[in-house]
């Protein structure tokens, strides 16, 4: 059971990865619209890939660190919010990862 429930963790924080970097991309094209700074910011946050993928490093890089002290909130709180909607729009179920977080 524990494997599975790991196997599950690993597979939704690889898709929270993909995701936030396919987002990064959009917005980067969005950006350059916009003149918007939150694209160009959120590319940074490649050097956090090390400690979101389970398993790897249990403490994010000063790199890492740094980048994510360079986006803003309302940066991190919309790309969230999109990479949320991700499942749904590619017709998945929604979802649920209550347990997986902690504060």
């Known amino acids: 059971m524990a494997a599975f429930r790991s196997m ?11 995701a936030m970097m396919g987002l990064a991309l959009v917005h980067i094209q969005m950006a350059e619209a916009q003149g918007s700074s939150c ?11 090390p ?23 309302s940066c991190i ?10 499942p749904s729009q590619c017709n998945l179920p929604p979802l649920s990862c209550g347990d997986y977080f902690s504060g």
């Open 39 to 49: 694209a160009a910011v959120l590319t940074n946050l490649n050097v956090c890939a």
């Open 8 to 18: 599950i963790s690993s597979q939704a924080a690889a898709l929270l990865l993909v």
């Open 77 to 86: 709180c919309n790309t969230l919010r999109m990479a949320a909607q991700l």
């Open 51 to 73: 400690f979101v993928v389970p398993g790897s490093n249990d403490k994010p890089s000063s790199d890492c660190c740094n980048a994510v002290q360079a986006v803003e909130t």
